[in-house]
């Protein structure tokens, strides 16, 4: 953040902030556009029609209230799991576990819900403790990585790949055996949940409450980064970590704190997959959500408000995936190709920052 | 596929008589319209294993005039695939609805089927009860008999009697074809055992390669599998010099070699039947299960692994299965001596279909 140097004035520093939002916005749309037009030549260089592709895309992902839907809802788990990585990326930390902490968060909100549910307790209380029980357990599981890193200097990035494997191993540990209902023979599955404590949609839409707990999630992440002491003492660890120090800085509490607010945010996102989709926990859990998580939080450039437009673009694009599928016989991956390329192209055009006149002449004059 | 008699005017004629019978069952109005079909994979359709099985299916009823056919690939089993069944009901018209992995039923297809009462779901494994909506419904076939075949013709044509079994999960169905598999291998070869590993997961290539790389260093000379994808499996049998069998669906190309035969279904028949009732404007059945009795199963065509004795004793074993020969004939006991099965038991007999154990000869353990 270069914001308003003392020599700016008032006035001036409302313009580049207005200035620094719209490169905010220039730069990917442009992106987007780039990524677009290559993903084109790629489809005429396999014989098939951008045009018809891109109004797919839109009919898939937008084009109806039905499609919208189905993008939000894609998104509901995304935004979750791209803020498990956003965050603690703020401080510095590449935790790439968030995967297994939303196994782990679904395994043990189902675990949490079998003595209640037999128990016939009420539903909101139930609801509750297992959204608890799934945030303790992935909290704890992500905090784990931070507290190796600060403490053991074990490097975040293959210890959280590596818990996450272990987690998906206890989740199947569980699910085979202590945990296993009986009759699911050939799918070994939790106790469901039943219909009663299901969690519904959001009313007059299909889209789960997943996706509303999502966007307050990130807005409040957003407040606790952006606008509190917390956040800024994460963010000055993130920017250089012996200055923190320096400063005298808990930085071994910033670190484990963020990577227990991100476990926490792929728990919740286990919990909503158990409570709103699956109603039970088993290895369908397993579903990538935590991997394209990574790719969100990237594109977001690790702003908590922004994981929501884009895990609403990654939702559009898998919502309609299959439609491109189904319409144009294209294989599943044409898709992967084209979030492929956006990638590439959106973390090429981070070099755009600060380099277009347009959006810095103001400043120049003003800086001695 | 003779059975087939679906034109353009027998459409037409199907949905003439729609109209004019007003107290047809809710929901076969559809019959007027073009037929829909939309076909969810949970893999990719060439994955040579189960999703290619059905796969091949879809192919030739796509060539029945009056069907349309929408697939879609790599769904996971989460609300993904609710999406990509109700984005084919609403924005491709599909009426029949083809779920073809075990996870897609509970809960999606049967939340689906609820609310979509005028479009009917089938989906590919024996979970519908009376309890689940009369616009869903099973399909299944009972692989395991031409397991059995396939361990008839590997019992012969393995000098040593040692063959080996990568599996995926220590669940049922995976455990009726390591047992059959032995059944067939002794009636073969009396002494035949079968060791068997388990990766624990449906698809994990890495170590699906490891458990065939060990049970041919254990001296099995006759490799086969029950996981997602049997690619791996038998080409890297193949690479070691060992005989194979298949699963699912044809992997004879991938072993010029060694390949004996192969357990595959035959989801033409089902789903050719499907679409012959739907022109004709009448229900789908809600259940429907079958084997060889049926043609519902096949074995591949035999390969360069497969001697005459082979052949000869595999094709008897086809015509017995055909007529519903029992392939489990007590007193058997499981690995751990105790008997599990006292008398014969039916081909389809629901209690097979909750088997718990290794018979004795299969040299492993599921726990």
Redesign the interface.
Known sequence: MTVASPSVPIHRATSVRTLKLAEAIFVPVVALIASALIFSLFLLVIGQSPLDFFALIWTGGFGSSFSLQQSLQRAAPLILTGLAFAIPARIGLTIIGAEGALVLGGLSAAAMAIPLVSGGAPVPITWIFMALAAMAASGFWIGLAGWLRHYRGVNETISSLLLSYIAIAIMNFFVEGALRDPASANKPSTMPIGDAYRIGAIPGTDVHWGFAAGILAAIALWVLMSRTTFGFAARMTGGNVRAAQAQGLPVGFLMVTCCVIAGACAGLAGFFEVAAIHGQANASLVAGYGFTGILVAFLARHNPLMVIPIAILFGALAAAGGLVQRRMGMPDATVLVLQGIIFVVLLASDTLYGRIKFFQADLRGDRT | MSHINLSRRSLLKAGAAGLAAAALPVGWAQAQSPLTI?TVYVG?RDDFGWNQAHSVAMEILKKVPGVTV???????????VS??M???I???GANLILATS??YYS?FVVELAKKYPDVEFRHA?PLWTDADPANAGSYFCYLNQAHYVDGVAAGAASPSGKLGFVAA?P???VLSNINSFLLGARKTNPNATVQVIFT?EWSMPVREAEATNALVDAGCDVITCHVDGPKVVVETAEGRGVKTCGHNASQAPLAPNGFITGAEYKWATIYSMYADLLAKGEPLPNFVAGGYHNDMIQNTPYGAGATPEAIAAADAAIADLVAKKPIYVGPLKDNAGNVVIEGEMDNYDPVL??MSYLLEGVVGSIT
Not at chain 2, 70 to 80: G, H, K, L, R, S
């Open positions: 939309g990719p929408i697939e879609e690939e790599n769904v996971a089993e989460t609300d993904a999406q990509s109700e984005s084919m609403n924005l491709d075990f996870g809960p494994a999960k669940i049922p169905s624990g279909d909750g």
